[in-house]
Structure formats: structure tokens, C-alpha cells
């Protein structure tokens, strides 16, 4: 079992921003392209961004240049910064992990993600 713990999230307002955070273990860290899942009501699960251990990134059109994704080497962390939030932003989060890969040759794509977090609630309202 892969361990990766979700913390962050909750309420925000329309044009506020939310950090979330995904910490795992030091082997799937330093091995693994990591990155966050969404699923908002009404739609199928996607993609928001991925990072390769390398930190080459791939991002999610609907939140293109609103959220950055980081890689905390020192805690074995992945961090998700959101900005601008919208009302669609509202959904559950799921911190995804590759299977083997270090790069995110899988992209945005849910079904190539083996490792999957609890999920994580954010609400953006007015």
C-alpha cells in the first residue's frame, strides 16, 4: 500500500486561494510522478496537474495558470497551490501516484494512475 496523506483544502472564496498537500513515503517521492485528480459534480474525474521527479509538469487546461505543484524534497511532499478559485473549482482532490514511472509519461489521464489518496473536500463559494 502506498501512503499518501492529503491535508489542505476546505472553504474558500470566489478569487481566494487554497494550498493542499500530499506527503508519502521517502521511496514513492523520490521514484514516483505524483500529482492531484479532481472530481466535480456533474464530471467524469481529471486531471489538475502532474510533476515528474525531475519536476517537468503537465497542468490541466481548466486550471491553467491557477495552480502551481511543487515538490517539498526535505518532507516527501507534493504541494498544490490554487488561485483565482472558482465555483467550478468545487470537488473533491485526490492525491495520485504513478505505479513505477518516475516521469509522468501517463499525463492527465486517470485510468494510468495506480495510487489514489482518500480525497480531500474544496468548496469555493461566494
Known amino acids: 500500500q502506498v501512503p499518501l496523506v492529503e491535508s489542505g483544502g476546505g472553504s474558500a472564496q470566489i478569487g481566494g486561494s487554497l494550498k493542499l498537500s500530499c506527503t508519502t513515503s521517502r521511496d514513492v517521492f523520490r521514484t514516483r510522478c505524483m500529482g492531484w485528480f479532481r472530481q466535480t459534480p456533474g464530471k467524469e474525474r481529471e486531471g489538475v496537474v502532474v510533476?515528474?521527479?525531475?519536476?517537468?509538469?503537465t497542468t490541466g487546461l481548466a486550471v491553467a495558470r491557477r495552480v502551481t505543484i511543487t515538490r517539498d524534497t526535505a518532507n516527501n511532499t507534493v504541494h498544490l497551490q490554487m488561485n483565482n478559485l472558482k465555483p467550478e473549482d468545487t470537488g473533491m482532490y485526490f492525491c495520485?501516484?504513478?505505479?513505477?514511472?518516475?516521469?509522468?509519461?501517463?499525463?492527465?489521464?486517470?485510468?494510468?494512475?495506480?495510487?489514489w489518496g482518500q480525497g480531500i473536500q474544496v468548496t469555493v463559494s461566494s
Open positions: 495520485v501516484a504513478d505505479g513505477s514511472r518516475r516521469y509522468c509519461t501517463g499525463g492527465l489521464g486517470a485510468k494510468n494512475y495506480e495510487h
Open positions: 510533476i515528474s521527479v525531475d519536476d517537468t509538469r
